[in-house]
């Protein structure tokens, strides 16, 4: 029931409503359709009609597990050629995933995270080794770039102990670049009628994913061969039997779950690590107030314990608010699971879906007021946070598909932003204007950012 959702004017045939806005930022178009059309509407591209939903009111129907669930679709499931029926890309009624979760559930609880604690501190000590260097040799920091390495490398340690020696390198790994290549590549797909259209790319696509598949099947082989790790992700994914069922994960979904790990595990919180350190460098006053909270809750500890990151609240916020503003998983797709009406108006019939464009929903002015566009962490106080309707704050999706790895990306991204707001001031370039590239994922492109040490050094 199409009819009453609103849709941009000027549809042409067969281009659909791509005239006139850029394929490469399918994100920040919709963005603007939203301002001109409401809280839902719809956008046919190459004859395919997608439903974007940013209204509060209806994401937080969307957001009701017994009438809606995940949907594969678009995106994630021109995924599936890389990862099949790995945790983030199984289809809901594939029993590879309820596996999968019940398997890794516990290698995210809060023992794991205190056991992940040191390794994230030593992959951050590389990062801050390599600022160091910049520092001295008055160079800017590569934003996205440095936060990319820190995140593919903790994760690649934590998860399966190994190491892409990231910060060693000049050029990015060629894993990251086979990742990013397939990333950008399912999200083209999108944008061609047919991918006929991308011949050479579809070639150097299928050369990429089996650079992953080698890769990560040389990483399993080591493991299995060097007699186990410390009871990581890797070790649980190979010893670890159902609780109930008693069975295990085989080893080509073994293969898939660590590229989605690693994949899944990095971009997104690289992203966040980015846009807060842009936002931090833009206000001295926010900068401020988050390096005094590190500097009362921390004091003269040299390395910071697993509990002293849990109480970086104003930290955290900075953070929770950069993933208001550009949630780095842009959106998330949601199916009818029995024939439904949306908010009481837009009739679903059984398996249809709509994407919840997530920056359309934290922008939302009737949730977060006239200045929904400013960056303001207080907007994550206790107080504030218990006065906001439920569902109105999604970065890391919702139900039962939501982010495994929320913690992980939490802990891990507030300490690093701890350990560098203590050590450095932070400078912007003056000429930087914020230009956010989309590969499924979102960045702030280009950024790059002057360092000041810290006197005294603490
Ligand atoms: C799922 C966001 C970090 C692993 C998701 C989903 C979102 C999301 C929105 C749901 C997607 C959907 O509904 O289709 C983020 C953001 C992160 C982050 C914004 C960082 C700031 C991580 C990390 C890991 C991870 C660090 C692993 C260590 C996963 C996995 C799923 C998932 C495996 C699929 C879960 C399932 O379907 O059972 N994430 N994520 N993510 N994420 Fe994350």
Redo the contacts with the bound molecule.
Sequence with gaps: ELRRIPHPPYRIPLLGDLLGASRRTPVQDSLKYAEQLGPIFRRKVFGREFVFVGGAGLAADMADETRFA???GLG?ANLRPVVGD???T?YNHEPN?QL??DV?APG?SREAMAAYHPMMLDVAERLTGHWDRELTAGRAVDVPGDMTKL?LET?ART?FGHDFGSFERARPHPFVTAMVGTLTYAQRLNTVPHPALLRDATRRNEADIAHLHDTVGELVQARRSGGGGDGD?LDRMLDTAHPETGERLSAENVRRQVI??LV???E??S??LSFALHYLSLDPRIAARARDEVDRVWGDTAVPGYDQVARLRYVRKVLDEA?RLW???PA???EAREDTVLGGEHPMRRGAWALVL?SMLHRDREVWGPDAERFDPDRFDAAAVRARAPHTF?????G???????Q???H??TLVLGLLLRRYELRPDPAYRLRVTERLTLMPEGLRLYLDRRHPAP
């Design positions: 995940k949907h594969v994630i790995a945790l983030f199984a995933w999968a979760h890794l995210f995140t994760i998860g992700l989605t790990f899944a595990g990095h997104t919180t992203g966040a993933l949630p780095t998983a998330f797709a949601r997530i999604k970065p890391f999706g919702t039962a598909r939501a982010c495994i790895g929320r992980f990306a939490l891990e991204a």
